[in-house]
């Protein structure tokens, strides 16, 4: 097997237990949130425009914004941990700079540090119609990686 | 009419205002979040456990987290705005201290400095299971007043 | 030596600890910035006016503000971990809310939540003038605890 | 006079603005900051190591490295603002993502949006040895444009 090959499988791995973690998130999937695309250490994440989703003036609710961001920017950082290991969020900042409406919103995460404890993403979030493409919010947040404590092992049982 | 009953329909007016805006909200009602308080400056949101909630680990998405926090906060603000005004999130943050479990998330929105323009509001965001009340989340908000924009004008439309 | 007599030694010994550290901050010395109260959990600093702590318009710049009030959290958290640790800034975010003036500005940093590895502080900044005093800042902080390595040892050495 | 010469002049215009600004700025002198540059939506500022500007490790103080990097992105914003206006910080956040080390660290404000009223700036901190260069911390502010408020006179006579 080639160094190369060897990669191209560690990175299904990897978009496997990205795509499995998020399939577990009932609110992505109620909210109709989905993965658009995983690479190492950025995540995108899609989610059209539903009237389930709007604040009291028909865009998109800051916290349906928020949710997509954070979800991206946590599997961002994900993507980077090592095996066997969970993401948590200590925190996250995030200015909505312009009315969140389009056909669908794309929010990136990308990562900007990613240390042995914790790591740093910037966050993105899009409106998008057509072609035209809108910056509506941008934040930062701060993860924490859970060593030894499998993603896929519920908490809450 | 005394002075003190001026008051109370004041108060009255300022309720239902926040309420019409709230039900509004498409994601409010899609998290099955409720208010449960209005007063001026302070207002408290719940939202009773779903599995349509949770991240990976079955508590509580960090998105519907800051979802109810964030509304708290808009409609603490909302309740010092003028008649005829909206209000607009620019930006908040978020830490997420505790797991989110619970039999529902209760969001506590409280104004700490109300400006002409922008208002600054304190958000917890506390687990509760029976007596059992945990703070799960703490946050900081700023927000916007749009003057002469009444609320329940559809911007979208 | 009663229960009693050892928890006082026990406070005395995190003051100084705590004093030490501050002592070895060269710019808390620069900017005229003192420790006004040490206790679990919560520290106070001041920091009076003088020119060389402005911005343009002659108010204390928010970098001096944000200055004393990250120490505070720091120290607030410091006061909390165990001995033989030190502690380092994660992040933080400060709110300026009303023009930072007065004879003094006073800082306070509260622990909200004390962990193993990460605690979350509150800053508050006062802008004081004889009895009056004013909210200028809000903040919220996240801190590390490096166990393991004592806070007198030089990093920069 | 052609248009690029008037754009020229808009452009010394902008800059003296900027620098006569930060004169005034008591604090960043007292740092011994300097701007190393300024362009439309953009300014840098660079601040030696000295003894005075540490935390108690050695390392440049996370309130020195904010400090500088709340006035970056304070003056970013204000190059983009009208003449006979001033610019205040609303609020900043910031990770502090590497120990801050360096012979001088330069600190990056970059406009993101720049509204009326609100502008929003990317921070971002750099600590420089020689050719080495290491980004030690990244922020998110928000500035209000105080429209007919020139940035000359002083608020605290």
């Known amino acids: 097997m080639t160094e190369k090959t060897k990669q191209a499988e560690d990175g299904a791995t990897m978009e496997s237990r990205v795509r499995d973690s998020f399939e577990r ?6 909210l109709g949130a989905v993965i658009a695309s995983v690479a190492p250490g950025m995540v995108h994440i899609r989610m059209p425009y539903r ?3 709007t604040q009291q003036h028909g865009f998109f609710h800051a916290g349906a914004t928020s949710a997509i961001a954070d979800s991206a920017g946590g599997y961002a950082g994900f993507t980077l941990f090592p095996p066997g290991s969970s993401v948590l969020t200590v925190e996250f900042k995030i200015n909505l700079m312009a009315p969140a409406r389009g056909e669908y919103l794309e929010a990136v995460g990308k990562v900007i540090r990613s240390g042995r404890t ?19 919010a ?9 060593h030894g404590k499998p993603d896929s092992l519920s908490a809450q049982a």
């Open 25 to 30: 998130q009932g609110l992505m999937r109620h």
């Open 51 to 53: 009237q389930e989703l």
């Open 118 to 136: 914790l790591t740093i993403c910037q966050l993105e979030v899009f409106g998008v119609t057509g072609e035209e493409r809108t910056l509506v």
């Open 138 to 146: 941008m934040g930062q947040q701060t993860l924490i990686c859970m």
